[in-house]
C-alpha cells in the first residue's frame, strides 16, 4: 500500500495535535530507508564443524533463504561503495563476501559440475530457484584461488559471468599492521597484478587480513609499485556488525567498511537477523 509522504511524516513527529492523536500512532512500514544500515557478510569456510570460520553447508542455504524471505537481494561490495545498489522498490541490498578462497568455496567435480556442497553450489542451485537472488557478491581471495589450479581462470570467468567480483586479500595473509610500507605494497601490487592478469579490473576492492590495517592508511587507496599505480576501490573490516549506509557521510567509509560474520555466534548472522525481525536493527531498504 502506498501511504501519502505527510502521513508519515505526521506520524514520526510527536509535535502533531493532541486533538488529532488520541492513541499511540500505528507503526508505519516505511518502504524505503535510504539510512539504513547494510549487511556485509563475512564468510570463510563452507562445512561442518564448530569453529567460528566454519559455516556448514546446510546452514549456508538457510542463510540464504531466511535473507531471501525477510527481503535481502545481493549486491557486490563495488555496489555498496558507489552507492548503486540496484534492488527492486522496498528491499535491502545485502552484500555477501567470501575471504581466503578455500576449495569448499567453489569446488568442481571430475564431471565438470559444481559441488553441490560447495558455497557456488548451493548459491547457484538457490539462484536457479530464486532467479532475483543471482549468485552476486565479492570473493576476497588468496593465490591458491580455490585449490584447482587448472580451473582458476574458468571459476573467475564463471563468477564474473553471474555479476561477482574478485577483490584482493593480499598474497600471504600476514598482518599488514607489523609490515613495512614497502612489505605492504608489494603484499597488496603482487596479488593485484596477478588478478589482473587474470582478468579482474586493476580497481578491485581489497581485504586487510584479520582486518588488521597497515599503519600507513594511504597505502590502502594507491601506491606506485615497480613503476605501476596500483589502486584499490575499497578495504573492508573483519566483523562484528552491520555497515553504515553510504547515505551516511558522517560515518560511510569507502576504507573502513564494517562487516559482520557468517556464523551463529553473539553478533553473527543470525543474531542480527534477529535484531532486524525485532524491529532494533533498520536496515536499508530501496525507493
Ligand atoms: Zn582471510
Redesign the pocket.
Known sequence: MMIPFALIFSFSHQSAPSHTVKHKAPVVDQKSNLNGRVFIIMY?HIKDGANPMFRSAAKFRKDLERMYGMGFRPVTVTDYVNNTMKVPSGKTPVVITF??AHDDQFHILKDGSIDPKSAVGIWKKFADEHPDFPVVGTW?V?PNLWGQEKLVQKKIEMLQSWGSEIGN?TVH?GDLRKMSDATVMKELGDMNLRLQKLGVPANMPF?P??GSFPKNKALLKSFKYNGTTITHSSACQAGWCPAYSPNDKKHFSKYFMLRLHGNGRQYGIDWWLNEVQAGRCKVYKAL
Open positions: 570463510h575471504d581466503d576476497y588468496l586479500h595473509h581485504c587480513p584479520y
